[in-house]
């Protein structure tokens, strides 16, 4: 149960030429990442956890909590932080609004 997804991928594959199956993966592959890393909106409580507080700008402390606007998958846009984007790995989600 929860695995619906693949099944689906697996069964598509079955009984299938090589060739046959690269055009579906890649048919697959541009279905599912079409609109990954697209910005959307995205407003959670995070917690900055890098161990260098200059980093980036010196805009952000150490443990300070923050809140984001938008979330492209990789990357926040983050409250009064301007246009830039700040990678997700300096942050520990603290919970979604």
Same mark, same amino acid.
């Given at each position: 149960?929860? $695995?619906?997804?693949? *099944? *689906?991928?697996?069964?598509? $594959?079955?009984?299938?030429?090589?060739?046959?199956?690269?055009?579906?993966?890649?048919?697959?592959?541009?279905? @599912?990442? *079409? !609109?990954?890393?697209?910005?959307?909106?995205?407003?959670?409580?995070?917690?900055? @956890?890098?161990?260098? !507080? !200059?980093?980036?700008? %010196?805009?952000?402390?150490?443990?300070?909590?923050? /809140?984001?606007?938008?979330? !492209?998958? *990789?990357?926040?846009?983050?409250? %009064?932080?301007?246009? /830039?984007? @700040?990678?997700?790995?300096?942050?520990? /989600? @603290?919970?979604?609004?």
């Amino acid at each position: 149960e929860g $695995f619906e997804a693949e *099944a *689906a991928l697996t069964n598509m $594959f079955k009984d299938q030429s090589e060739v046959a199956q690269w055009k579906d993966f890649k048919e697959l592959h541009s279905a @599912i990442f *079409a !609109n990954a890393f697209q910005k959307k909106p995205c407003r959670r409580v995070l917690r900055y @956890i890098c161990q260098d !507080n !200059n980093l980036p700008h %010196g805009f952000f402390v150490q443990g300070e909590v923050y /809140r984001s606007t938008d979330f !492209n998958g *990789a990357t926040y846009s983050i409250e %009064g932080y301007s246009d /830039r984007l @700040i990678g997700c790995n300096y942050f520990k /989600r @603290i919970k979604d609004e």
